[in-house]
């Protein structure tokens, strides 16, 4: 007997603003993506062992409080959770681009919520292929 993986369904939202965490949970709740908010990355990769096979993007700040920062973040993602969608986002370490897996997408800040909204689509629509 198969069990079926559920959908990824979850938008996981990982930024320690609370201001613009808020932002981003109220715009990516406009989409079909059930949003999930965490303040750090450890917070995140928790959340990613309960219910990784449900998420179908991260949206997180590069710069995060903890032992992790968001770049760690995307490379455990990439290497553990190949089909999630990572969408980092930062107004400061932009000098940190060159160490993101290829497979991340980088929105600097401020962010316009339409490039926010054209990642989640991607996500709904376009899940990453699993690794053969």
């Given at each position: 007997m198969t069990t079926m993986q559920p959908e990824p369904h979850i938008?996981?939202?990982?930024?320690?603003?609370?201001?613009?965490?808020?932002?981003?949970?109220?715009l990516l709740e406009e989409t079909t993506l059930d949003v999930v908010e965490v303040e750090n990355?450890?917070?995140?990769?928790?959340?990613?062992?309960?219910?990784?096979?449900?998420?179908?993007?991260?949206?997180?700040?590069?710069?995060?409080?903890?032992?992790?920062?968001?770049v760690q973040l995307a490379r455990a993602a990439c290497t553990l959770w190949p089909t999630i969608r990572i969408v980092l986002t930062s107004g400061a370490a932009r000098d940190r681009l060159d160490e993101l897996p290829d497979s991340v997408t980088f929105?600097?800040?401020?962010?316009?919520?339409?490039?926010?909204?054209?990642?989640?689509?991607?996500?709904?629509?376009?899940?990453q292929p699993p690794v053969a």
């Open positions: 938008a996981l939202i990982v930024e320690d603003d609370p201001d613009v965490r808020e932002l981003a949970a109220a990355a450890e917070a995140a990769l928790h959340c990613l062992q309960e219910r990784g096979g449900e998420v179908a993007m991260i949206f997180a700040d590069i710069r995060l409080p903890g032992t992790m920062d968001g929105i600097p800040k401020p962010w316009r919520g339409l490039d926010v909204l054209v990642e989640a689509d991607k996500a709904i629509r376009e899940p």
